[in-house]
């Protein structure tokens, strides 16, 4: 669609696309209303994704949009004035963002916006530093807390708590469809999805993933008879889950209910990353045991395999087990850290072109 933009603007967009977003689904659009003015569409993947509960997922990565965003401008000598517009649907939000003139230099956290990347791969397990840690926790506005997971005994009982949920994972068809649509075979990077170089298995479990992952039929018989599950589980989950300096948990202020905790707990999260990134860490999210837990607490049907609606049970308990003491209500994000060398693949993103809509549409 072909839209002038201000040069400033563009810079300030085409750096703010690079925010995560789970597989990569980028759910945001951006309407151009003036020289100072843009407003995002926040939308999301709930009613295909199961790991979309609610739009949670979405809205963590609309709040890190918003975060980078703000960030870029500060490039711009620009500070970003955000609001959203109350009483939109959920599966539609709308955000204005409107720029005013600003002194100061720019955010630092500027430089990594675009370094920042996932690591799927198992990284180094040389221990944090007391500054890393610190600058970390820094990273986060009041009333945020990170909990560390660092001692080996502590990575061991989240790398078996990752490999049990794997399970779940691996072997529900409700998560085979959404894997299905995520990976990009063949591919160093991808553009709008995961390129199955960056997913973190070897080139033998890739192929083998990739013939199982045409046909679900494939999959349960794979797991049924031959412990299909275990390579990938064993790879993408338990030896990562080791190797790495540390597991951490983020807890926002309080419970999280509404759009808005979200969006604030996406921003606080994309700040955490960022800081991670400078620190020269990489970090890899581990999301899904947080959103199979929640499905737990609120009794919701997530998928036809009883086998795994009893193990989110044993999960939840687990997760809780581990905040000890601190509701897990208020737990948004968790995953690894640890540096390395970086991903040889990663996902890009949707040319900035194609992000951009005019009026109320979607495309
Ligand atoms: C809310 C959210 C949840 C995510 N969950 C996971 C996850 O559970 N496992 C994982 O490996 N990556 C996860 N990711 C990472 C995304 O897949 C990744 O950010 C996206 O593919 C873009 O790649 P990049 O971060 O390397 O630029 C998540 C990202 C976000 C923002």
């Not at 298995?201 to 890739?206: G, M």
């Not at 338990?238 to 921003?267: E, I, M, W």
Request: with cysteine.
């Amino acid at each position: 669609m072909a839209q002038a933009i201000p040069d400033h603007l563009h810079r300030i967009l085409d750096l703010a696309r690079w925010a995560p977003s789970g597989d990569n689904t980028q759910p945001w659009r951006f309407e151009v209303l003036g020289d100072e003015h843009v407003r995002v569409h926040g939308l999301d993947t709930r009613d295909h994704v199961v790991y979309d509960l609610d739009g949670h997922a979405s809205q963590l990565a609309v709040g890190a949009l918003l975060e980078t965003l703000a960030i870029a401008a500060t490039g711009e000598r620009r500070q970003a004035r955000i609001r959203r517009i109350p009483d939109t649907p959920d599966d539609h939000l709308l955000i204005d963002v409107e720029f005013d003139p600003a002194a100061g230099g720019a955010d630092p956290l500027i430089d990594v916006i675009e370094k920042r990347v996932v690591q799927r791969r198992p990284m180094s397990t040389r221990p944090l530093t007391q500054a890393q840690r610190q600058a970390l926790e820094n990273a986060l506005p009041a009333g945020f807390r990170v909990r560390w997971f660092e001692p080996l005994a502590e990575r061991w009982r989240v790398a078996r708590l990752l490999f049990d949920n794997a399970k779940i994972r691996l072997t529900i068809p409700e998560a085979f469809e959404v894997h299905r649509s995520v990976i990009e075979w063949g591919a160093r990077f991808s553009a709008d999805r995961i390129p199955d170089q960056a997913v973190g298995v070897d080139p033998l479990t890739a192929r083998l993933m990739r013939w199982a992952m045409a046909d679900w039929r494939r999959i349960a018989r794979l797991n049924r008879w031959a412990l299909g599950d275990l390579p990938p589980r064993i790879q993408l989950d338990l030896l990562p889950g080791l190797a790495c300096a540390a597991h951490f948990t983020l807890l926002a202020p309080a419970a999280l209910r509404t759009v808005d905790d979200y969006l604030d707990a996406g921003r606080a999260m994309q700040r955490f990353w960022l800081t991670a990134a400078s620190q020269g860490l990489y970090v890899q999210p581990e999301m899904t045991p947080v959103i199979f837990s929640r499905y737990h607490r609120e009794r919701r049907h997530f998928t036809q395999t009883a086998a795994a609606a009893a193990k989110v049970e044993d999960l939840n308990r687990r997760l809780a087990a581990m905040l000890a003491g601190e509701s897990v209500d208020r737990l948004f994000f968790m995953g690894r850290a640890g540096d390395g060398p970086p991903p040889r693949a990663r996902s890009v993103r949707r040319p900035l072109e194609q992000l951009l809509v005019s009026g109320r549409s979607d495309s």
